[in-house]
């Protein structure tokens, strides 16, 4: 089976960095993708990880270490329209299941 | 480019009730997914689709849940008769078959369902 840890809630100030960290665990992997959920709305696909390193995005980056099963994505210069829910998913090996971390609800302050 | 479609937006039933709800995916997407997020948590795979084959249905509660994607491109799911814990947000989503294609899913806006 897989599964993902993510914290549940992160709060910062605008302009800040904020760094959502996530470990997982699966049986095969394909890589390690992000997700935003603003509140009533639908998840939006943010960024994608196969190989090990660093992937930039505009503000956004997320990073993958295949060998210690961990990933993180880096929200830079915070702005208010940034507070959502992130999620960390993953790809197993049987069926192209992509499986989503329980997310993390991030709530960017003035 | 036209989104993934989804109805009804909002759907109140009392337990034991049917409900159906409806998804056409984006157009030439294969995979189809149903997913359902209950408040606070991620979204948990019900079922996916691979044109008109099923991939995985591995955690859908099947003796109340049942999927179709007929003709390989809209799709219904339902739930009969439904419980009180059903009570979630239902999403669709689809995608591009292939590698890197199975991490970048298009949801639709989901339909909201409240049993009571």
């Known amino acids: 089976g897989q599964s993902l840890e993510q914290p549940s809630e992160v709060t910062a100030v605008e302009g800040a960095i904020v760094q959502i960290n996530c470990t997982y665990q699966?049986?095969?992997?394909?890589?390690l993708s992000w997700y935003q959920q603003h509140d009533g709305g639908a998840p939006t696909f943010l960024s994608y990880?196969?190989?090990?390193g660093l992937e930039e995005t505009g503000r956004f980056s997320s990073f993958l270490s295949r060998s210690d099963s961990y990933g993180y994505l880096l929200l830079q210069e915070l702005q208010m329209k940034d507070s959502a829910s992130y999620f960390c998913?993953?790809?197993?090996?049987?069926?192209?299941?992509?499986?989503f971390g329980g997310g993390t609800r991030v709530l960017v302050k003035p | 480019e036209a989104g993934v479609a989804q109805s009804p937006r909002y759907k109140i039933i009392e337990k034991r009730q049917s409900v159906a709800f409806w998804c056409n995916p984006i157009?030439?997407?294969?995979?189809l997914y149903w997913y359902q997020q209950i408040l606070g948590q991620g979204p948990k795979l019900l079922i996916q689709?691979?044109?008109?084959?099923?991939?995985?249905d591995s955690q859908l509660p099947k003796d109340r849940f049942s999927a179709e994607r007929l003709k390989g491109v809209d799709s219904t799911l339902k739930i009969q008769p439904a419980k009180l814990e059903d009570s979630a947000v239902y999403l669709c989503?689809?995608?591009?078959?292939?590698?890197?294609?199975?991490?970048?899913?298009?949801f639709g806006s989901g339909t909201q369902l409240s049993v009571l």
């Open positions: 699966t049986s095969g992997f394909y890589g």
């Open positions: 689709f691979q044109n008109n084959g099923v991939v995985d």
């Open positions: 990880n196969a190989l090990d």
């Open positions: 998913a993953v790809r197993g090996a049987a069926g192209n299941k992509l499986t």
């Open positions: 157009s030439g997407h294969a995979t």
């Open positions: 989503a689809s995608s591009l078959s292939g590698q890197n294609s199975f991490e970048k899913l298009f």
